[in-house]
Every structure is written in structure tokens, then in C-alpha cells.
């Protein structure tokens, strides 16, 4: 099947496979931020945007993205270099692992909720799994992160 899409502001057109799911579609164009961790969508390690929406790049067929923008990681470096400095500053990244799918999450939150309480955010980030952490340095760093421009 033919598959015409936009990776990181960057068009592609190519034949695939009307199995390949997104996710080895996006690794096969050099996103490897994209990481397959739990084989059932629910550790949020392959959480990339397609138009904007957080989704899971493993439980998407790549067909069902055509002619949508997708973004993952390496679209969004400068946004992640400053998360990602909240992260560490907090203790947050011990691993890294799981880093790629949070910081896209944390980055479609800032974009879609105005002003978010803990519960708030919590929710939306309950998708990302973390085996290093209790969670108690993501949510540090989260509200560090949105505290510096006085969005909560």
C-alpha cells in the first residue's frame, strides 16, 4: 500500500505493508526515540503526535495515518532539552527509558490543558509506565516545568 505522510515536518511517500503498525514504520525513517516497551499498549514508551494527538505508535497501523502530520521526539528537540532539564534536576530520568514517551505526553499536556491540579495531570500522564521511579520525581518535575511560565 502506498502511504504519504509527514514525519517531523518532513514529507515521505513509500510502499508498505498493510500490517506494519506506525511504530516500525517511524524507526524504519530514523525515529528511534520511538520505542517498543510492553507489546500491549500500556507503558506509553511509543507515544508520538499524529495531528497533535498523543498516540500509540504500536497499536496504530502506519495506513491509518495517511496524509497526517506526525512528530515524535527528534521533531521536538528544543521543547525536550528543557523538559528534560526539569527531569533531571528532580531525579526523574534515572534509566531514561522511558523518557521518549513522557516528555511527548507532558509536551501534548502543556499544548491542551490550561492551568491543570495534580489530579488533572496524574490523569493524563497514567499511560507512561516507569520501572525506576515511584513517580513522585515526574510530578516534581511536571509542575516545575509548567510552574515556569505560570501555567499552574
Keep these: 500500500m502506498r502511504l504519504h505522510v509527514w514525519i517531523n515536518n518532513k514529507e515521505y ?14 524507526r524504519s525513517k530514523g525515529c528511534y526515540s520511538v520505542k517498543r516497551g510492553c507489546e500491549t499498549s500500556n507503558c506509553g ?20 495515518v495517511q496524509d497526517k502530520k506526525i512528530v515524535t521526539l527528534e521533531g521536538l ?25 513522557f516528555v511527548m505526553n507532558v509536551l501534548a499536556m502543556e499544548r491542551e ?8 495531570i496524574k490523569e493524563y500522564l497514567s499511560g507512561n509506565l516507569c520501572r525506576c521511579t515511584g513517580y513522585v520525581s515526574h510530578l ?8 515556569r511560565k505560570n501555567i499552574i
Excluded at 77 to 100: I, L, R, S, T, V
Design 13 to 26: 511517500t513509500d510502499e508498505i505493508a498493510p500490517d506494519q503498525p506506525l511504530l516500525e514504520y517511524l
Design 45 to 64: 514508551l511509543c507515544t508520538v503526535w499524529v495531528d497533535e494527538t498523543p498516540v500509540l505508535s504500536c497499536s496504530v497501523l502506519a495506513v491509518r
Design 77 to 101: 528537540k528544543k521543547e525536550a532539552e528543557e523538559f528534560a532539564h526539569f527531569m533531571a534536576a528532580q531525579g526523574a530520568d534515572q534509566c531514561g527509558y522511558c523518557n521518549p514517551g
Design 113 to 120: 490543558l490550561k492551568q491543570p491540579g495534580e489530579e488533572e
Design 140 to 147: 516534581r518535575a511536571v509542575k516545575a516545568y509548567l510552574n
